[in-house]
């Protein structure tokens, strides 16, 4: 350990800490619009420059080693004013105008300048050069919000391993951008909005779809309902001043209910449904390989996540045919709710309009593809991120924190405490194991033993090996294999996961493309760090222990849409409606 002083306070920290790690650890705030926790000191932005006794010149703190004895002042009047000079330059070239920038009260260099009572812009000059890139449905990128700051590039380049966006050109007219100038659908991004998620100005936001969705909703020949994905429950509440973690379910219903859509439904029904149909697909893929001796694709991957099938298709197209059939719960939603649904209500395809509220950019981005208009219309059609839902119940001036909880509406009321773990990785895994294994055994798993502790926490690698005993005699082909299972989060470790392992003995891999899965998707409240992610995934968790139906097929509902519609699992109808095929 090294003992460091920061302001006089004794502080220890371990060996190859930084100044900000030690302040950090003292709870002494040091701003950065730079740094990342995770990943290797920048020192770009230079806001967090501090006083070491002795130095010649100031230091940044994200940069500097914590050194023994060390003697750190963070907030003389010198280091205030290099910071006020530091953000006045950042703000003289950049090109916004805050009063109507998407990130105005929500702006991480606003609420710095706020801070160091900077009211007027001592430099005059020209502006960044602005380009609007609103080529995609997921996001808009501005050049020339952009302060370099070169966190997207971090999350695009090391998170993500995809490369979309990085440093272009020197000097005044560098941008932070794709090559070529290209925009965003011309190239590999995926469009999953980690980019925006650290951006710490209105550089990249989400493509905001709330006007479209305000229309719909007063237009009296449409029939608009929305469905809730299962990570905004525990992340909602924060735009409201409630701790991460906080689970809001019912006041989200209410306030859902309250901004006048005609039904408030569950994408975590559609996550039932989902696993009822994966979990068939996978089974039969293991009886084709294993009894028909049949030419599979094995391991089968999750299928649900948007961003690691754009992924799959840019880089790994050989591994489409290892993917699900089954679309993603949002998708299977929207199929169901312009046929099954409509039907029951007496109303056309067209006249039903679907919204979705996801923790996700890519979802949004999801629902325009070709393969998502199985209901003979489009079957979502639009998708709000959780912090556009926030501004719309703040434009229509309700008090969230006084809001009477409500439930889901019907026909799809419920959901099984599987369908909520979807929100965090490893979920979708635990939830297909639990009914795959009362399938295939016809036992109970008891509540204490659902969760599959390789495969919870934050690990972005994880794995598990489940042996199978006590089959019924139909899936007597199983017993005693040893079911491998990996589970793997942010798309740069599955890059390591293709490129250097053997996958060859796994027979199920789930893959989200967030770090810690939906719950901190790039369409979340901001900021998303670690703490704030164990906090979200042990909400979720306890919302999933707390329910009696744990396991999906075990939700009453979801067997009367079989009995009433789809038949069974891989049915004409289902493969119509619920699957499709991602093909090169
Ligand atoms: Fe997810 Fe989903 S779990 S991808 O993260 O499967 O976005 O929350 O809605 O569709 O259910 C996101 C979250 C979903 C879908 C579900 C899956
Ligand atoms: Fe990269 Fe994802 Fe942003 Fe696209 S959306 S630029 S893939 S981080």
């Known amino acids: 350990m090294i003992t460091l002083y920061i302001n006089n306070q004794e502080v220890q920290v371990p060996e190859g800490s930084t100044i900000l790690d030690a302040a950090k650890a003292c709870n002494v705030n040091i701003p950065t619009l730079c740094h990342l926790e995770n990943t290797p000191p920048k020192g770009l932005c230079r806001v967090c420059v501090v006083e070491v006794e002795g130095a010649r010149a100031m230091a940044a703190a994200c940069a500097t080693p914590a050194a023994e004895g060390m003697k750190v002042k963070t907030n003389t009047r010198k280091i205030r004013d290099t910071r006020r000079t530091v953000v006045e330059l950042l703000l003289s070239e950049h090109d916004g105008d805050c009063k109507v920038c998407d990130r105005n009260d929500d702006c991480e260099l606003q609420e710095l300048a706020r801070e160091l009572g900077i009211t007027s812009i001592g430099f005059e000059g020209e502006k960044a050069p602005s380009k609007i890139d609103k080529s995609t449905p997921a996001l808009i990128r501005d050049d020339g919000k952009c302060i370099k700051c070169r966190r997207c590039v971090v999350a695009c380049n090391e998170t993500q391993g995809v490369g979309a966006v990085f440093p272009q050109g020197r000097g005044f007219t560098s941008t932070i951008s794709p090559a070529f ?55 909602l509440g924060e735009c409201f001043g409630y701790e991460p973690g906080t689970v809001v379910t019912g006041k989200m219903v209410a306030a859902l209910k309250s901004l006048g859509f005609d039904g408030v439904f569950d994408t975590n029904f559609a996550a039932d449904l989902t696993i009822m149909e994966e979990g068939t697909e996978l089974l039969t893929r293991l009886k084709n390989a294993l009894v028909d001796k049949k030419d599979v694709a094995l391991p089968q991957f999750t299928s649900c996540c948007p961003g690691w099938i754009k992924f799959a298709e840019h880089f790994y ?150 042996k199978i005993e006590g089959t019924l005699p139909e899936w007597s082909f199983l017993e005693g294999v040893e079911l491998n299972v990996m589970v793997i989060h942010s798309l740069g470790n599955v890059r390591k996961v293709l490129e250097e392992m053997d996958i060859s003995k796994y027979h199920f891999i789930e893959v989200m493309t967030c770090p810690g899965g939906c719950i901190s998707g790039g369409g979340q409240p901001r900021f998303t760090d670690d703490s704030v992610r164990q906090k979200r995934i042990a909400a979720i968790y306890a919302e999933d222990e707390g329910k009696e139906l744990r396991k999906s097929h075990e939700n009453p509902f979801i067997k009367q849409i079989y009995d009433e519609f789809f038949e069974a699992p891989l049915s004409e109808k289902s493969h119509h409606l619920l699957h499709t095929q991602y093909t090169k």
């Open 181 to 235: 100038d290209c925009n965003l659908d011309e190239i590999t991004c995926v469009q999953c909005g980690q980019c925006a998620a650290v951006c710490p100005v209105g550089a990249i936001t989400e493509h905001n779809y709330i006007e479209n969705v305000w229309n719909a909703i007063d237009d009296p020949s449409k029939y608009v309902i929305v469905q809730t994905a299962p990570a905004i429950r525990a992340a």
């Open 317 to 466: 197209p050989d591994m489409l045919d290892n993917l699900s059939t089954c679309k993603s719960p949002q998708q299977m939603f929207g199929a169901l709710a312009k046929t099954y649904y409509a039907q029951k209500i007496g109303k056309k395809p067209s006249e039903v309009v679907v919204v979705s509220i996801m923790p996700c950019t890519a979802k949004k981005y999801e629902c325009y593809r070709d393969e998502m208009y199985d209901s003979g219309a489009k079957d979502v059609d639009y998708v709000l991120t959780t912090r556009e839902l926030s501004t719309m119940v703040k434009q229509a001036g309700i008090d969230f924190k006084l809001l009477k909880e409500q439930k889901m509406d019907t026909p799809f009321p419920e959901s099984s405490g599987a369908a909520d773990i979807f929100a965090n990785t490893g979920g979708v895994m635990e939830a297909a194991i639990r009914t795959a294994y009362e399938i295939v055994t016809g036992h109970e798993v008891p509540a204490q033993q659902l969760h599959i502790k390789p495969i919870m926490g934050l690990g972005g690698i994880k794995e598990a090996s489940l």
